[in-house]
């Protein structure tokens, strides 16, 4: 079986995608006062899963006027291997996430780390690599349009 469509980065969400919203500040902070400016921000996710592959989560903070402030899509797949008779985990992460400024411009990053362990779990024995450049305008466009439908499932 296939990896889901989804389960790549920027790749549209499924129909039964659930948005969970909350507060960024803590129930505390609110009910305490102490919240400062982040007293009305919301956090809206959607976390994805599929055990054999791997998982999703789109992460969209919100200001107190229900302005877009920041966004990220994130996923990652773990998977064990079998080179030359010995089992190894290699983990793969890839990102896109930033700040969205009052012009509609994004100050993000795109991330890609590889992490490669051996079967002898030996910290010597594990690799890491990571990348990261600024995201391309198409990658914005397609963040911006899965933001815009979460927005629109959230209501």
């Known amino acids: 079986m296939p990896a889901p469509s989804w389960l790549s980065l920027l790749s549209p969400l499924p ?3 659930a ?3 909350k507060s960024v500040a803590s129930a ?3 009910a305490s006062q102490t919240a400062g400016p982040i007293a009305g ?3 809206l996710t959607v976390h994805l899963s599929e055990p ?3 998982l999703r989560h789109v992460l969209v903070t919100l200001d ?3 302005d877009l402030l920041a966004g990220s899509d994130h996923v990652m797949f773990v998977r064990a291997t079998t080179p030359d008779g010995l089992v190894a985990t290699l983990t793969d992460h890839e990102s896109i996430g930033g700040r969205f400024e009052k012009d509609g411009s994004f100050r993000g990053t795109h991330w890609k780390t590889t992490l490669a362990s051996s079967a002898d779990d030996e910290e ?3 690799t890491r690599r990571a990348e990261h450049r600024p995201p391309t305008g198409p990658e914005t466009a397609a963040l911006r349009h899965i933001i815009d439908d979460l927005l629109k499932r959230r209501r």
């Open 19 to 21: 948005v969970e919203k």
């Open 15 to 17: 129909d039964n995608a």
């Open 28 to 30: 505390d902070q609110l």
């Open 52 to 54: 054999a592959y791997g």
């Open 64 to 66: 107190e006027h229900g």
């Open 41 to 43: 921000w919301q956090s």
């Open 124 to 126: 010597s024995s594990t």
